[in-house]
Every structure is written in C-alpha cells, then in structure tokens.
T-cell receptor
C-alpha cells in the first residue's frame, strides 16, 4: 500500500532552470509534509516542510506547494545548481495513533552544468 | 542544528553473527527514534519506532526477535541484527525526533553486508 508516491524515478534539468519534483499521497490524515535530500551512502537531510493548513512554503531557492484537494505536493528548485543533484524523498506524516512518517520512493535529480 | 550520529557506517560480517548498530542524538534528547531499512533504488521502509524506556513498536512484517531494539537513554538507540544472513544485507538508517514540531533528523546510515 503505497501511501506516498513519487512517480518519476529521475529528472534531468539544465543548470539555472527550474526543477519540479512531484509527489502524490492517498491518506487524507497526513498533516505534515516534508522533502528530504539524499546523497549516496549518506542519510537523508531535511530540506523543507509544509503543514497541511498551508498551501505554500518558501525557503530560498526551494518552494513547496501543497494541493490538498488533489492530494499532491511539489518541490520547486530555482535556479537549479549542479550541487542539487541528489535523490529527493517526499514524506508525509501524521500524529494520530502515534507519530509516523511515510516516504516516497524518491526522485533522482540530475542538474547538468 | 540537530545532529544524529550512526555507527558503524559499514560492516561486513559472516553469516550467523549478530551486528549492533548505534544511533546517537548528539545535541538534543530524543524520546523517539526510528529505524529504517533501504534497499537499492527503493524508499526508506520504516522498521520500528524506538521509544525511550519502553518497548519498540515494530511495523508489520518486521521480526522483533530478529531486529532487537534498545532505547536505553534519551540519546541512544541500538539495533541488533541477530544471526544475520545474506538477505539481511541492506542500508539501515536511524532518525531521531527532536520534538517541538521539528522534523526527524537522520544519521548517515549503516551499510550491512553479510557474506
């Protein structure tokens, strides 16, 4: 039961352009959404998050958009830089019945110089 | 920022041995820590939730006698893979919850290779 889905396993973007990573979820009980960045052989690093009561959160080059009616969120990176090349995990969490975070399968972003 | 240290980063051992992985929160106390397993090109799969001073909560399909979790203090949780076999080879990652609505912070993971 994949509650959090990242349907694009990879994405290639030219340096300086916008990167858009998408994520869909099925459980309406999720109340907090996060994006993590992961390099090979390292643990994920927290990037940005958004509460279910908001539809946008911005932090520098990173913006997360949440569309609750569509159960969809996206991460925008602009401008993209070669150092952004990594695997990006979308995650959703809920605090009902105990805290739990569910991760998507990840999208590998390649930013070409 | 919150730092989580995981040790060892890589371990290779013979089939049948037990392996202990440590997860420490270095600059905060964590009443809750999580253990994940990641197969190549797949997502992080939650194995169990480790609560300080109480028994861990295991996800469905995870053998609690196989993967022993101890959360003896507010800064340390351990995962012991008992009688490890080649199918246990994987990347194991821990995370800790700082509290106060902060997100989980992850360790750098442990690559376990069972020969």
């Amino acid at each position: 039961d994949q509650q959090v889905k990242q349907n694009s396993p990879s994405l290639s973007v030219q340096e300086g352009r916008i990167s858009i990573l998408n994520c869909d979820y099925t459980n309406s009980m999720f109340d907090y959404f996060l994006w993590y960045k992961k390099y090979p052989a390292e643990g994920p690093t927290f990037l940005i998050s958004i509460s279910s009561i908001k539809d946008k959160n911005e932090d520098g080059r990173f913006t997360v958009f949440l569309n609750k009616s569509a159960k969809h969120l996206s991460l925008h990176i602009v401008p993209s830089q070669p150092g952004d090349s990594a695997v990006y995990f979308c995650a959703a969490s809920r605090n009902t019945g105990g805290f739990k975070t569910i991760f998507g399968a990840g999208t590998r972003l390649f930013v070409k110089a | 920022g919150a730092v989580v240290s995981q040790h060892p980063s890589w371990v290779i051992c013979k089939s049948g041995t037990s392996v202990k992985i440590e997860c420490r929160s270095l600059d905060f106390q964590a009443t809750t820590m999580f253990w994940y397993r990641q197969f190549p090109k797949q997502s992080l799969m939650l194995m169990a939730t480790s609560n300080e001073g109480s028994k861990a909560t295991y996800e469905q399909g995870v053998e609690k006698d196989k993967f022993l979790i101890n959360h003896a203090s507010l800064t340390l949780s351990t995962l012991t893979v008992t009688s490890a076999h080649p199918e246990d080879s994987s990347f194991y990652i821990c995370s800790a919850l700082p509290g106060g609505n902060q997100p989980q912070h992850f360790g750098d993971g442990t690559r376990l290779s069972i020969l």
